[in-house]
């Protein structure tokens, strides 16, 4: 287990692209975030828009805001570059700790004071991680709103140790960088999965991740995701991804033969089950199906484990 670190200073942390509806959100509830008491908090901003579209957001969420907003450009495009550029800067400005939330999420107001609750009163955890849950910008069918891939509970119980985390609700010493030189991997630059594949290394290096449910932010579904082919398309990219994570850099083995072959037979069962799934009504049908996709996608991420372009594929269609 790590020595753990005082907190003094947070530094809350958010990356963004070309998605200044939903930024202009997520800073406003910052805003009416309930903050622990005397420690110093500050906001930062890496813009990965080498334009810097969300430049006049930022100014306009900083005039109206009590605490600092710092904002940055990463020209680098990538999600690796605009996280890391986010570590650095919170680094450089003496942060002894950090809070990273999404552009597309919205915090509720306690949010904030629970990540650091658990931190101070969970004795063995250094990493904290909470749930995101999904909202949505309008009306949409209920067998695509109540569809698995939009989170609206979790399983998870307070205090539970976790094996990684997510980038989208998560609170961690700066110490990870500083003293253990942990970094997100840039192999995963236009891909995602660099969150668990950072938070798995600093586990490793006696960083404990503790689950609080209370700490919760949630995630902004808009047109661009909550119809099928988004759906299926997050299915099979969470599968492949896990794969990637687990098999980077790997060499083939019996394990990992075996992995192919088990999730490529789950794969063939899934779809056999496909049409039977429609007797279940149509949001039983589309689950069904998403679950044959992210299959499909753990066994081709185990055969050809190359990186995915995130961006491109499913970000809202942002392309490089």
Known sequence: MHLKSEIKFIAITCNTISRTHMLEKCLDSLKHLKKPE???????????????????TVEKAAKNSTVKIHYFIEEKRGLSFARNRLLKEAVNLGATHIAIIDDDDI??????????????NHPEASIISGPEYAVFDAEYPKFLTQNNIFAQTTTKKKGEIRPT???????FPTSIMTEENIWFDPS???MGGEDGDFFSKAQTAGYVIAFNPDAIVREINDKNRVNINWILNRNFYNGYSGSYLKFKNKKYSLSRIFY???????????????PLSLLGGLTFFLNTIGLSCKNAGKCMGAITPRPLDYYKNLNGGIVK
């Open 107 to 120: 915090a509720d107001e306690n949010w904030l004071i629970n990540l650091v609750d658990m931190y101070n």
């Open 188 to 190: 995963f630059v236009f």
């Open 38 to 56: 005397n420690i110093r908090i500050e906001i930062i901003v890496a813009d990965n828009d080498i334009e810097g579209s969300a430049r006049q």
């Open 165 to 171: 985390s997510s980038t989208h609700n998560s609170f």
């Open 260 to 274: 192919i072959l088990k999730t490529f037979a789950i794969t063939l069962i899934d779809l056999i089950f496909v």
